[in-house]
Structure formats: structure tokens, C-alpha cells
């Protein structure tokens, strides 16, 4: 697996995530099948919601597993306090679309992506075309949606 490049926040949150996974969640499955078999006296077989958790388990195991993997090969991209003067993964950017539009995101590496906080992955098609780009660039996006000019207002 190559390396996975986060920010300090999100090697905080996938560590979150997997210490909620392994102490939260797997003992409230393990619950739910512990009572899965009570409910079918021993007989588990003919049991949904027995079936249910053990699917679920396997899926939070899966998920588990692939937590621990990830966050072994991690390479934490270290938040220098100093002011980015072009776009690079872990920095602050706010562009402006041609109808004036601003947005601001954090360029990340995918595993951390979410737009919808604000966590812009670097490998998608807008994080993408901003490296390596300074303040008042303007980069021409091919997205899914169609072209998009953008106007890189500010790199922090």
C-alpha cells in the first residue's frame, strides 16, 4: 500500500474513527448477536436478526481492519503555521467561480476527502487542477458537470 498523506486532522478523526469502531461498536454488535441467540434459544440458524449482526460484524471488521492498515502506512503532512504560497496538499485555498461563487476548502489527501466539510481531495478533478497554483490564478476544471473557470482568491 503506498503511503497515505493526512493532515494532522484527519490522522485525528481516522483515529477517532477506528477507536469508536474497536470499543463502541464492536461490543454493541457483539451485544446484538449475544441476544440474537438468546431470543432463538441456541438456534441461530433460523435466526434474521442473528444473521443481521454477523453481516454487520463482518463489515465492521472489514472496515476496522482497513483503518488499522491505512493508518500504518501514514505520512502525516505537518502543519508548518507558515503561509502556503501555492496550492499544496494540507493547505487552505478559497476560489471563486464566474458567477462570483466563493468556496473554501482544505486540499487533502482522499482518504480525508469531504466536500461537504470543506475537505477537498487533492486527486479530484477541481483539487487536481490547483496545485501548484498561486493566489489570483485562474485554472480552467474539466468536472463532470462540465468546464469551470475558477479563480484561486486565496492560498493559506
Given at each position: 500500500?503506498?503511503?497515505?498523506?493526512?493532515?494532522?486532522?484527519?490522522?485525528?478523526?481516522?483515529?477517532?474513527?477506528?477507536?469508536?469502531?474497536?470499543?463502541?461498536?464492536?461490543?454493541?454488535?457483539?451485544?446484538?448477536?449475544?441476544?440474537?441467540?438468546?431470543?432463538?434459544?441456541?438456534?441461530?440458524?433460523?435466526?434474521?436478526?442473528?444473521e443481521d449482526?454477523?453481516?454487520?460484524?463482518?463489515?465492521?471488521?472489514?472496515?476496522?481492519?482497513?483503518?488499522e492498515r491505512?493508518?500504518?502506512?501514514?505520512?502525516?503532512?505537518?502543519?508548518?503555521?507558515?503561509?502556503?504560497?501555492?496550492?499544496?496538499?494540507?493547505?487552505?485555498?478559497?476560489?471563486?467561480?464566474?458567477?462570483?461563487?466563493?468556496?473554501?476548502?482544505?486540499?487533502?489527501?482522499?482518504?480525508?476527502?469531504?466536500?461537504?466539510?470543506?475537505?477537498?481531495?487533492?486527486?479530484?478533478?477541481?483539487?487536481?487542477?490547483?496545485?501548484?497554483?498561486?493566489?489570483?490564478?485562474?485554472?480552467?476544471?474539466?468536472?463532470?458537470?462540465?468546464?469551470?473557470?475558477?479563480?484561486?482568491?486565496?492560498?493559506?
Open positions: 500500500m503506498a503511503k497515505v498523506r493526512l493532515t494532522p486532522d484527519g490522522l485525528a478523526r481516522l483515529s477517532a474513527e477506528l477507536d469508536n469502531l474497536t470499543h463502541v461498536r464492536r461490543l454493541q454488535v457483539a451485544e446484538r448477536i449475544r441476544q440474537a441467540r438468546e431470543e432463538s434459544h441456541g438456534d441461530s440458524g433460523d435466526s434474521t436478526a442473528y449482526a454477523k453481516t454487520e460484524l463482518a463489515i465492521l471488521e472489514q472496515r476496522i481492519a482497513e483503518l491505512t493508518l500504518a502506512e501514514v505520512e502525516v503532512v505537518p502543519d508548518t503555521g507558515e503561509a502556503h504560497t501555492e496550492v499544496s496538499l494540507g493547505c487552505h485555498v478559497v476560489i471563486e467561480d464566474e458567477e462570483g461563487e466563493r468556496e473554501e476548502y482544505v486540499i487533502v489527501d482522499h482518504f480525508e476527502a469531504d466536500p461537504r466539510l470543506g475537505r477537498l481531495s487533492e486527486a479530484s478533478p477541481v483539487g487536481h487542477a490547483l496545485l501548484g497554483h498561486k493566489a489570483g490564478d485562474k485554472v480552467s476544471v474539466q468536472t463532470p458537470a462540465g468546464e469551470r473557470v475558477l479563480t484561486l482568491v486565496e492560498v493559506r
